[in-house]
């Protein structure tokens, strides 16, 4: 999973990235510390970037809810892990996410 999003170019694809990875969050395979260890990163650094684009509004409004749909099922599947299994995978998402999420929300 990890090579095959990797391999895509940053700026194509975006809108089928982010939904594919919306579906590995639902799986059980992201209920597995092992997987959210190799797929958060990831996860953060592709929502980091595609919530900093700038596109034209109409294009920009569907492209984050895309990113909040994905971060809200991110966070959906961490609230039901125990807390030392997840410490690691929410200091992930503030470091990536916090300060972009809020001028994204600002904005």
């Given at each position: 999973?990890?090579?095959s999003y990797t391999c895509i170019p940053p700026d194509k694809l975006q809108q089928q990235k982010v939904q594919s990875m919306n579906e590995i969050v639902?799986?059980?395979v992201f209920r597995k510390q092992e997987c959210r260890?190799?797929?958060l990163p990831l996860m953060t650094r592709e929502l980091k970037n595609w919530l900093?684009?700038?596109k034209e509004e109409q294009q920009q409004h569907k492209d984050k809810k895309y990113c909040v749909d994905l971060l809200n099922s991110i966070l959906e599947v961490l609230s039901y892990q125990d807390e030392i299994s997840t410490y690691q995978h929410i200091q992930e998402i503030i470091?990536?996410?916090l300060r972009t999420v809020n001028r994204t929300v600002t904005h």
């Open positions: 999973l990890f090579r639902r799986s059980n260890d190799i797929l900093e684009q700038r470091l990536q996410l």
